[in-house]
Every structure is written in C-alpha cells, then in structure tokens.
C-alpha cells in the first residue's frame, strides 16, 4: 500500500514539474525588443491607438486619386486583377486551416459496421450470421499545448494572408495611378511635340526663303530640317511609349490590349506632406511589414509545438455499438457493448527527431527576426526615397518654370534677329532645341512629382 501511494505521489510529483517546465508554451507572441528596431516597432504598435487618422497612409485611395477616370480605373483593376484574386483565394485558404484547427479540440467519432456469415453441411446446411455495428469516440486532451499552438499559428497565417491582399491591394492601386499618370505625361508630350513640329516646319521654310534672298546658305536650311526630323522621329518613339502603357493598363486591368483615353492635362492635386524622418508609426502601418512580424508569430508558435512533442500526449478513447457476437457464441438478438480506456504516451527517445525538430524551430525564428528588420529597413529606405524624390521635384520644377520662360523669350529675340537685324541660324537653332529640351524636362518632372506621391502614399501603408 505504501508503495502504491509512493508511485502515485511520484508521478504527480512528475507531472506538476512538466507542467511548471511548460508554461511558456502557453504564452502568446508578443512583438520581441531585443534589438533597437523591433524595440522601436514594438512601441509603435502599443501606441497604435494615437494613430493620426489623417495621415497620408491612412487616408482611402478615393480620397487621394480623385480624377474621375482614374478612380474609375483603379475599381475596374481592384475588381478585375488575377493576382488580387489570388490573395483574396489564400484568405480563404488560410480560414479554412484555422477551422480545421479549432475542430481539433473536439473528439474524432468513426464507424465501422461488418458482418459474417458461416455455414456448415452437418445435419443438413444451415447459416449462422454475426455482425457487429461498433463506434469508437477519441479525444486528444490538449494538456501541453500541442493543438493551442497549432490553432494560434493557423490564425497567425489568415492575418498574414490578409496583410498580403492589402499590401497587393495597394500594389495595384499605386500601378494603376502611376500608369495612369505617365500615360498623361506623354500625351502632354505627344502634343508639344507636334506643335513644335509644325513651329519648326515653318522654320525651315523661313531659313528656305532667307536663303534665295542670299541672306543665308544651304547649311542653314539643311540643319533646321535635321532640327525638324529629329522632332518627327522623337513623335514616333513617344507614340510606341503610349502603346505599351496602353499595354500595361490593359494588364493591370485584366483585359486584351486596348486603348485608354487620358487627358493630357491629368494632373495629381499634390496634398500638404508633414513629415519629419521616417516615423515609426508609418511603417507600422504597412501590411508587408505586419507580414513580416506574422512570419515571426509563426515561427514562434511552431518552436512552442517543438517543445510540446517533449511532453507526454494523453488520449481517451471509448467504443461501443451493438453486436450478437459474444466470443465464441452467437447470441439473437444481439447485445450492446462499450468500453473506456485512457492512454498516456511520453516520449522518451525518439531518435532525435524532436531535438533537431526543435533546434531547427529555433533557427527559423532567428530567420524571420532578420527578414522582418530587412522588412522595416526597406520599407524606410522607400519612405524616404519617395519623400525625397517629391521634394526635391518641387524644387526642381520652379526652376524648370523659370528656364522655360527665359527659353521663350530666347527663340523669340534670336527669330527676330535672324529676320531683322545681324542674328544667326545657330542661334535660332539652339534656342529652339533647348527650349524643347526644357519644356521636355518641366513634363518629367511634373510626371516624377506625381509618381513620387502615389509611392509615398503607399510607402505608408495606404491603397485601402
């Protein structure tokens, strides 16, 4: 009797030292603070509630982009783009695990029913039938965590598929708005290249007329013709540029190539940007970066089930049903039949397959720490670049504005000049040229300013 309460004793004794041992296994993720970055990011995400809901990130892409035909573009992709689509499907993907998790708390039922029929010639032929119509219940008691961190990384990976659907979202939103814009652009070049086409058509045949009046030489009228080819060819490429952005609206949107008509004034209404550095809270708000941290919420319930297959597994099982087999004797009508039996299995050696299961877990968890602090690295390097580019860009267009001025007034003193006094045709040529050159530059930079605020827009986390 002594022993018998000294096994027993041992044995709680055991199984209250592997439950003290456990605990961590319980516990849920939280963001790690070990290193400044994910310290920074982790106090971001406590103070998420002080979010300024008026932040650029923060605001709906309707509220951003609202040309009519360009928000009547980006609902056509969001609703038509295959690969928006496929992150929507992973969603549900990602659900339909999460379900399958959660049922694992609850037993497993099976039937089986099966019959027999024996017959003999002795005393003439006579059968004898048995059957059985047996059910057996099982349930795993969830007592170290094994199925609570399976159902918590599942519903780690339906957020993580929900990040990514935003982050592809937000992809599309900025495509579509950057082709959008840039289609404008070269229609805004498209149509000051023709017009200084037919500017510069007329200067040849001014230089043509100069030249019988013995003003000027053949020279002069053979260079502004090359100026005026040289304008005919610079048409032709802009026009292959616009088909293949037609092309790559077309893409985007899901459809055969067409032709997309955009106004060659579309223009970006530029917002008031505030923004000193990189804010932390920004970047927060990025669904590639709240991917990244779910990688790392995976990895970290997936060493919690390493460490759990240390832990012994009790399963209860229980069968009945209703049978007329009763060992060696067939008995009609039959009987019911049930019994209960619990079983506890602990893992003692396993090969090392839970050690090196649990030390590859661990690795994978160092494995995402660095992703996510690429992640965040990134995504700050693109906050930066975009705030920069949209900037300097204003900077650069003030001074574009006045070149340009100045450029006129060039080609209208020196075409005056060759006319009515002692002006050459050089002159008027390179006047001409770079004030083409000018107002070419003006247009890519109204174009690198406006693409430099759909990126930053969804460099903060917007396309929502």
């Given at each position: 009797m002594k022993l018998r309460q000294t096994?027993?004793?041992?044995?709680?004794?055991?199984?209250?030292?592997?439950?003290?041992?456990?605990?961590?296994?319980?516990?849920?993720?939280?963001?790690?603070?070990?290193?400044?970055?994910?310290?920074?990011?982790?106090e971001a995400r406590a103070d998420s509630s002080t979010y300024d809901k008026g932040a650029f990130g923060n605001l709906l892409w309707e509220d951003v982009f609202k040309d009519p035909v360009l928000a009547d573009m980006i609902n056509r992709a969001l609703a038509n783009n295959t690969s928006l689509q496929d992150a929507?499907?992973?969603?549900?993907?990602?659900?339909?695990?999460?379900?399958g998790a959660r049922l694992a708390?609850?037993?497993?039922?099976?039937?089986?029913?099966?019959?027999?029929?024996?017959?003999?010639?002795l005393a003439g032929t006579s059968w004898q039938w048995a059957y059985q119509l047996p059910a057996t219940l099982s349930w795993e008691v969830d007592i170290f965590g094994k199925l609570l961190n399976s159902k918590r990384g599942a519903a780690v990976a339906v957020e993580r598929s929900e990040d990514y659907a935003q982050a592809v979202r937000s992809q599309v939103v900025a495509a579509v708005a950057n082709c959008y814009y840039s289609m404008a652009?070269?229609?805004s070049q498209l149509k000051l290249s023709r017009s200084t086409a037919m500017l510069w058509e007329k200067s040849v045949q001014t230089m043509r007329d100069?030249?019988?009046?013995?003003?000027?030489?053949?020279?002069?009228?053979?260079?502004?013709?090359?100026?005026?080819?040289?304008?005919?060819?610079?048409?032709?490429?802009?026009?292959?540029?616009?088909?293949?952005?037609?092309?790559?609206?077309?893409?985007?949107?899901?459809?055969?190539?067409?032709?997309?008509?955009?106004?060659?004034?579309?223009?970006?209404?530029?917002?008031?940007?505030?923004?000193?550095?990189?804010?932390?809270?920004?970047?927060?708000?990025?669904p590639d970066v709240n991917a990244a941290e779910r990688d790392m919420a995976s990895a970290y319930y997936a060493t919690n089930s390493a460490r759990a297959a240390f832990y012994?597994?009790?399963?209860?099982?229980?069968?009945?049903?209703?049978?007329?087999?009763?060992?060696?004797?067939?008995?009609?009508?039959?009987?019911?039949?049930?019994?209960?039996?619990?079983?506890?299995v602990a893992p003692i050696f396993s090969r090392g397959q839970n050690i090196a299961r649990l030390e590859a877990a661990r690795l994978n968890q160092?494995?995402?720490?660095?992703?996510?602090?690429?992640?965040?690295?990134n995504a700050a390097a693109e906050v930066s670049n975009a705030l920069t580019v949209y900037e300097k860009a204003g900077e650069r267009m003030s001074h574009l504005d006045v070149q340009v001025a100045d450029l006129e007034k060039s080609v209208e003193y020196t075409n005056d000049l060759l006319v009515y006094a002692d002006?050459?045709?050089?002159?008027?040529?390179?006047?001409?040229?770079?004030?083409?050159?000018?107002?070419?530059?003006?247009?890519?930079?109204?174009?690198?300013?406006?693409?430099?605020?759909?990126?930053?827009?969804?460099?903060t986390g917007g396309g929502r």
């Open positions: 096994i027993y004793a041992a044995m709680a004794g055991a199984v209250m030292l592997m439950a003290t041992a456990s605990c961590g296994i319980y516990k849920k993720y939280e963001t790690p603070r070990n290193t400044a970055l994910t310290a920074a990011y982790a929507r499907l992973n969603v549900g993907i990602a659900q339909a695990q999460l379900k708390y609850l037993p497993s039922l099976s039937i089986a029913p099966n019959g027999t029929g024996s017959g003999t010639t652009a070269v229609e100069l030249k019988d009046g013995g003003r000027l030489t053949e020279a002069a009228v053979v260079q502004s013709d090359a100026n005026y080819r040289s304008v005919l060819a610079q048409i032709n490429t802009l026009e292959v540029t616009r088909h293949q952005l037609d092309n790559s609206m077309s893409l985007l949107m899901n459809v055969m190539p067409q032709h997309w008509e955009v106004a060659a004034d579309a223009t970006l209404e530029i917002p008031d940007i505030f923004m000193q550095g990189v804010p932390m809270q920004y970047l927060a708000m990025r012994p597994g009790l399963t209860i099982t229980a069968n009945g049903g209703f049978t007329n087999q009763l060992g060696t004797m067939i008995k009609n009508p039959g009987e019911w039949f049930y019994n209960i039996a619990g079983s506890l160092k494995i995402a720490l660095n992703a996510f602090e690429r992640t965040v690295l002006g050459t045709y050089l002159e008027v040529l390179t006047a001409q040229q770079s004030l083409l050159s000018a107002q070419m530059n003006r247009i890519n930079c109204a174009l690198d300013r406006s693409q430099a605020i759909v990126n930053l827009y969804q460099a």
